[in-house]
């Protein structure tokens, strides 16, 4: 049986692989759990996440057979959006590669990621509100976060789909590349990522993601941290030995 979610791990990164190609990827219970797992196992060992689907789409939507049979109870149950809120809040960066449709609960598992890269078929919509539901797994207060009210507006209400031109110019894609590149390019940001130290890219996600009301102390408490670290110490002396040698 074919596995849902295929995992690559290494060192510094993972990246997970939508694998429902003949389902274009549609979100469904199987595939919810195997994304729980695969965070459970991030989260015990932080590393920046890629995110892709096999067969040209990112993820056509939620399975649209299974949804229609669900009712009141499943909804209050949040299957999909507390699963698109933990890889949000996953401990390092994560990086949507976005080919082909990302619409529905596929938008708004890309919506969930601080990074999101797409090709020139990328197509990001929720057309929700047109089977008489709504986008109730993040769209509906992280779109307007991303885009704006107005833009957020037009896909939550009216059902517009951006492709990748729009998408790029409001933002909601990081770069645009042609599909050979979509994953080179993904690991050429996780590389920039991988750069950084760890723990103050960990933290700034942290402090980013906090509350109006937490702000500064959690800056400062973060603060506090990295300047008890080692890493601290070396980067710093390193920048300083390098400043000196060019003077």
Known sequence: MRAPLIVQESADRVVWRLNRPERRNAV??????????????????????????????????????????????????????????????????????????????????????????????????????????????????????LVGEPLAKEILLAGRVLGADEARAARLLNEVVEPAELEPAGHRWADRIAAQAPLAVRLTKTVMHAPRGAHPVIDDVAQAVLFETEEKQARMTAFLERRAGRS
């Open 28 to 145: 469904d219970r199987e595939l919810v759990s195997a994304l729980h797992a695969a965070c459970a196992e991030v989260e015990a060992a932080p590393r920046i996440v890629l995110i892709i689907g096999e067969g040209g789409t990112f993820a056509a939507g939620a399975d649209i057979a299974e949804l229609r049979e669900r009712r009141r109870d499943a909804a209050l149950l949040g299957i999909n959006s507390s699963v698109f809120d933990r890889v949000h809040r996953l401990p390092m960066p994560t990086i949507g590669l976005v080919d082909g449709h990302a619409l529905g609960g596929g938008a708004e598992l890309a919506y969930a990621c601080d990074f999101r890269i797409g090709t020139p078929a990328a197509r990001i919509g929720n057309p929700e509100t047109g089977l008489g539901i709504l986008a109730a797994a993040g769209a509906s207060w992280r779109l307007r976060e």
